[in-house]
T-cell receptor, first 114, second 111 residues
Framework: SQQGEEDPQALSIQEGENATMNCSYK?????LQWYRQNSGRGLVHLIL?????REKHSGRLRVTLDTSKKSSSLLITASRAADTASYFC??????????????FGKGTKLSVIP | DSGVTQTPKHLITATGQRVTLRCSPR?????VYWYQQSLDQGLQFLIQ???????AKGNILERFSAQQFPDLHSELNLSSLELGDSALYFC??????????FGEGSRLTVL
């Protein structure tokens, strides 16, 4: 079952514009991560934000986390055609004893038009 | 390159057959995770191993099994295959928790 749900499901923008994707989740988390997947390829980690953090930056990426609303957003500034990919949020479910389960949403498909 | 190696990259087989997918984690990573990605179900967590022991189980069918060997490589066995098992199967690894490093996946087609 999906813990995180991304919104929108698909987003099409012009090169140079900013892209914002949102993620909502249901239960308490330790951290939230964002991953990127080019079509048919493996997922690549973008950024991790811990539950006690509110905002994090990495290059052109900005992630916010609102634990009271159980939501996160990923902002990609000055988008490029190479940013075209699917973006997933993932939340952890540590159940102790060395188990670690990262649950992914269904993703936002971003298309950046040159 | 994530450092995670999956073989085979593509596999075509018939219903009722059995296949084995192989994963070599990044050097030093003790945890291995298996995920199934299909169009309708999205990315589903199947199972996690840590240093040879099963630690977390997700939506893994009874027809599927996995193991992690002493050299830390892992295998996912899929048996009595059905058309609906056609999917991309990803292996990922990590030291423990945190960021996962994904392989390029094994694309399984069941005819």
């Amino acid at each position: 079952s999906q813990q995180g749900e991304e919104d929108p499901q698909a987003l099409s923008i012009q090169e140079g514009e900013n892209a914002t994707m949102n993620c909502s989740y249901k239960t308490s988390i330790n951290n939230l991560q964002w991953y990127r997947q080019n079509s048919g390829r493996g997922l690549v980690h973008l950024i991790l934000i811990r539950s006690n953090e509110r905002e994090k930056h990495s290059g052109r990426l900005r992630v916010t986390l609102d634990t009271s609303k159980k939501s996160s957003s990923l902002l990609i500034t000055a988008s490029r055609a190479a940013d075209t990919a699917s973006y997933f949020c993932a939340t952890d479910a540590n159940s102790g004893a060395g188990s670690y389960q990262l649950t992914f949403g269904k993703g936002t498909k971003l298309s950046v038009i040159p | 390159d994530s450092g995670v190696t999956q073989t085979p990259k593509h596999l075509i087989t018939a219903t009722g057959q059995r296949v084995t997918l192989r994963c070599s984690p990044r050097s030093g990573d003790l945890s291995v995770y298996w995920y199934q990605q299909s169009l309708d179900q999205g990315l589903q967590f199947l199972i996690q191993y840590y240093n040879g022991e099963e630690r977390a189980k997700g939506n893994i069918l009874e027809r599927f099994s996995a193991q992690q060997f002493p050299d830390l490589h892992s295998e996912l066995n899929l048996s009595s295959l059905e058309l609906g098992d056609s999917a991309l199967y990803f292996c990922a690894s990590s030291v423990y928790g945190g960021e996962l490093f994904f392989g390029e996946g094994s694309r399984l087609t069941v005819l």
